[in-house]
């Protein structure tokens, strides 16, 4: 099983500054890396597939990076509305999908 | 805009069957996408269940695959999921979703997904 692990585990950052989320993975995953969205009490949400590409819908200031084993979502410009888990997935070893633990962003 | 809700019994007990469905709307469940469960346990991360298609064709997690059993019922345009001898640990927020690749392969991503239930599985 390929084991996604995420850094920080929390992040606390201010409106309009950049956040940086790390996942590493236990073996190379190609570009098959995507990052979600969860709000306390809700459903996550798809931010980015295959590493760099955004769903039609999600605001440009998300953006996904890597290939191999390491990967970075970033949100250029923070929102207070940002704050939320954070959780990458991997789909290389289909039907092993595995998730990352998550990373939770603050905004203060 | 697609919807999901899923629906069935908030409380299971020890060894038997918990059985959820998956309500679709403003989509039809025969379009190329596939559908799958994902759970997550509370205040913990997911954990993929498994994906079908309108054929019935499926893929589970190995993990969890000799207890899963997922069908689809294109008549009522909803899915459902089984999941035999539980226990404590399979308490957990179940989410249904929509596989979001569009070419009659499960991409194995998933967008957008249903609201959630939460299942306990006591005595």
């Known amino acids: 099983e390929i084991v996604l692990t995420q850094s920080p585990v929390t992040l606390s950052s201010s409106p309009g500054e950049r956040a940086t989320l790390s996942c590493r993975a236990s073996?190379?995953?190609?570009?098959?890396l995507a990052w979600y969205q969860q709000k306390p009490g809700q459903a996550p949400r798809l931010l980015i597939y295959d590493a760099s590409h955004r769903p039609t819908g999600i605001p440009a200031r998300f953006s996904g990076s890597g290939s191999g084993t390491d990967f970075t979502l970033t949100i250029s410009s923070l929102e207070p509305e940002d704050s939320a888990v954070y959780y990458c997935?991997?789909?290389?070893?289909?039907?092993?999908?595995?998730f990352g633990q998550g990373t939770r962003l603050e905004i203060k | 805009q697609v919807q999901l809700q899923e629906s069935g019994p908030g409380l299971v007990k020890p060894s038997e069957t918990l059985s959820l469905t998956c309500a679709v709307s403003?989509?039809?469940?025969?379009?190329?996408?596939?559908w799958g469960w994902i759970r997550q346990p509370p205040g913990k991360g997911l954990e993929w269940i498994g994906n079908i298609n309108h054929s019935g064709s499926t893929y589970y997690n190995p993990s969890l695959e000799s207890r899963v059993t997922m069908s689809i019922d294109t008549s009522k345009n909803q899915f459902s999921l089984k999941l035999s001898s539980v226990t404590a640990a399979d308490t957990a927020v179940y989410y249904c979703a929509r596989d979001f690749g569009d070419y009659g392969l499960p991409l194995g991503v998933f967008d957008p997904w249903g609201q959630g239930t939460l299942v306990t599985v006591s005595s």
């Open positions: 997935q991997q789909r290389s070893k289909w039907p092993s999908i595995t």
């Open positions: 403003h989509s039809s469940i025969t379009s190329a996408h596939f």
């Open positions: 073996q190379s995953v190609s570009n098959y």
